[in-house]
């Protein structure tokens, strides 16, 4: 499959993800914002080997100063961050190293909401300019990485480090993008 087929492929049910743009600054950085960060999504939960056509995932695009609220109010940290992450089901590994329990689906069709992601268009910008990369790249890892988080991956220990770099590494280069690990595409 071509690369722009399997991109194609990514972004069929635009229902996967509810986007709200809190920044209007999000939409002249990155045009294709809703595309990209559904992209984010649908590499992560195929990473993690579920049809995308069974869950929902809520993302809210907004400022610095928005995610440095939701980081001290949350997370008890002081300052913005790239992405912050509201599982809404409890799916952590037994043990280290370990990988999280699979989501169950509730009820007859439709979508089982997954939780909340939140992305900081300064901060985003900000360090794809410092690694030299297009901010699309980094916001379609940074959305990847906050669905695997609502999975429940976290590299919390260095196997599950691994473990979620990993899966992030392979699910970028399926679109053709190169490894944020690398000693070239990390600052």
């Known amino acids: 499959m071509s690369l722009a087929g399997a991109i194609a492929g990514m972004l069929m049910d635009e229902s996967l993800v509810d986007l709200a743009v809190e920044e209007p600054e999000w939409t002249q950085a990155l045009p294709g914002l809703e595309d990209d960060i559904a992209t984010g999504a649908r590499l992560a939960l195929d990473a993690a080997g579920l049809d995308p056509e069974g869950w929902a995932i809520s993302v809210l695009a907004c400022s610095d100063d928005r995610i440095a609220g939701l980081n001290r109010d949350f997370r008890g940290r002081e300052g913005p961050t790239n992405v912050l992450s509201w599982p809404a089901l409890e799916l952590a590994p037994p043990r280290p190293g370990a ?25 985003a910008r900000r360090e794809a300019a410092e690694r030299s990369i297009p901010l699309k790249d980094h916001v379609i890892h940074l959305i990847l990485h906050g669905c695997l988080h609502l999975l429940g991956y976290d590299p919390e220990t260095e196997k599950d480090a691994e473990r979620m770099e990993g899966m992030e590494t392979r ?17």
């Open 99 to 123: 990988a999280p329990g699979r989501p169950k689906r509730g009820g007859a069709g439709g979508r089982q909401a997954l939780g909340d992601v939140a992305i900081a268009l300064q901060t």
């Open 171 to 187: 699910a970028l280069a399926r679109i053709g993008v190169s490894d944020p690990y690398s000693s070239e595409g990390a600052a």
